[in-house]
């Protein structure tokens, strides 16, 4: 696989910003409900964004 395969699939799949993909934390991302939490994105905003269930392995 190729060594940005995640930050890319994260851009395309759950339709985040680069900046957000790039300041993404662990604990943003919860795997009981496959969603990721986005804290300060565009405009200061905090929104809630899935999570594929391809990129949870």
């Not at 985040?16 to 496959?34: A, G, K, P, S, T």
């Amino acid at each position: 696989m190729a060594k940005h395969y995640l930050a890319c699939a994260l851009l395309y799949g759950s339709g985040m910003r680069l900046m957000e993909v790039l300041r993404l934390r662990v604990q943003d991302i919860d795997f009981d409900y496959n969603c990721i939490r986005i804290c300060d994105g565009k405009g200061g905003k905090n929104r809630v964004v899935t999570l594929a269930v391809e990129l949870t392995p």
